[in-house]
């Protein structure tokens, strides 16, 4: 079941049939510049054994993010070290439009279990003003 946040943003339940488009969003030099956890590019069957992974864990949420009908990024939540990390990618040509904000503000309003924890990246200034507004606190306890 797709979700309109806020026409023309939607948010729909990611299915295998998104492997490509995932696999080039989370291959591409700016999300690999950016991660907090992946270093290097993945290789496709490791990024389909996750996906799949990742489609069969009921208590994982990922979504592709839409944008006017056009696939504009990812969001996904997932529970990890006991708390539910938070995972976002907008592709470059959709940003700086508030797309990440109500992408996250959505997922956000569907979780009961808090704390909600985002990793960010060490100089990624824009994903942690994201966060800083969303009312996310920097806690260095979490990281890592």
Not at 69 to 86: D, F, M, T, W, Y
Not at 97 to 121: H, N, Q, W
Request: hydrophobic share 40%; with cysteine; glycine share 6%.
């Amino acid at each position: 079941m797709s979700v309109v946040v806020n026409d023309p943003l939607t948010l729909s339940p990611a299915t295998f049939d998104d492997a490509k488009l995932l696999f080039d969003w989370v291959n591409s030099a700016d999300s690999l510049s950016q991660k907090a956890e992946t270093r290097g590019s993945i290789p496709w069957d490791d990024h389909c054994s996750w996906l799949e992974s990742r489609l069969n864990d009921r208590a994982c949420r990922l979504f592709i993010i839409e944008y006017r009908g056009e696939p504009a990024g990812q969001v996904r939540l997932q529970p990890k070290s006991g708390n539910p990390h938070i995972d976002i990618y907008i592709a470059p040509s959709f940003r700086k439009r508030g797309i990440a904000r109500r992408a996250l503000s959505e997922l956000l309003s569907r979780v009961e279990e808090r704390p909600v924890v985002a990793l960010v990246k060490h100089g990624n200034s824009a994903s942690a003003a994201l966060f800083r507004q969303l009312g996310f606190r920097e806690d260095e306890t979490l990281s890592g």
